[in-house]
């Protein structure tokens, strides 16, 4: 079996959503980013040593690189698939398939600085798209944006513009083919940039009152933890 996850929100959580006696997973110039319950901390570790835990995340390399896990994943699918990490690593030959399958995002890189009203904080996900986080709702003022080769994802603070074939559910498809694995899947997310990867999973684990029908979580109880107790079973 193969464990395909979303990482914030999903198996960690920000420092602002973090409860006395959490454990940081996260640190940046000595500041705690993000953390997980000692519960999930703990099945995290039963659960890698049960199945193919693969990360899936819009996290840049540097970014995921942060992230000091229970039990290191061998393989890691960042910047929304574009990038496969092994042990750590870029794998080239992807890399350079992945330069070859999804248009650059220059003009965007270049064009969101320029709208100071509507975002700030522009950060290029080492080429593949552009995320920034936005003042107010976008609406129209993103017109611009070629809507036949490009997304736009609005997800809490942030938006994101993309390649529309930079999916999680395209690095899932990619990652079974280029490995040869036919294993069962369960994949867990919580935003609509999980929903592609969650679509085409075995089994999909969701948050409660996620828009996409899976396995949900009860109500009250620990997404994360969640999550992990039930692969572990």
């Known amino acids: 079996m ?3 996850s979303d990482l914030d929100n999903t198996l960690i959580h920000s420092y602002k959503k973090a409860s006395a006696g959490d454990i940081c997973v996260e640190r940046s110039d000595r500041k705690k980013l993000s953390f997980m319950t000692p519960l999930a901390y703990s099945l995290f570790r039963e659960v890698s040593e049960q199945v193919e835990f693969v990360p899936v995340t819009t996290r840049t390399v540097e970014q995921y690189r942060r992230i000091e896990f229970p039990v290191k994943p061998k393989y890691a699918l960042v910047c929304n698939g574009a990038t496969l990490l092994i042990d750590g690593e870029v794998d080239s030959v992807w890399e350079k398939e992945s330069r070859n399958m999804f248009p650059p995002v220059d003009e965007y890189i270049t064009a969101l600085p320029k709208m100071p009203s509507v975002v700030y904080n522009v950060r290029n996900a080492d080429g593949y798209f ?3 986080k936005r003042i107010a709702e976008i609406g129209s003022k993103l017109d611009f944006v070629d809507r036949e080769r490009f997304s736009i994802h609005g997800l ?13 559910g395209v690095a899932v498809r990619r990652f079974k083919e280029w490995f040869k694995r036919n294993d069962m899947t369960i994949a867990a997310g919580d935003s609509e940039l999980d929903i592609p990867m969650l679509q085409i999973a075995d089994i999909a ?3 409660s009152g996620f828009p996409y029908c899976g396995q949900e979580c ?3 109880q620990n997404f994360s933890e969640f999550v992990l107790a039930y692969i572990r079973v």
């Open 2 to 4: 193969i464990f395909f």
């Open 130 to 132: 552009v995320f920034a």
């Open 156 to 168: 809490f603070e942030k938006v994101y513009i993309m390649p529309q074939e930079l999916t999680k």
């Open 205 to 207: 684990l969701v948050p």
């Open 218 to 220: 009860p109500i009250g």
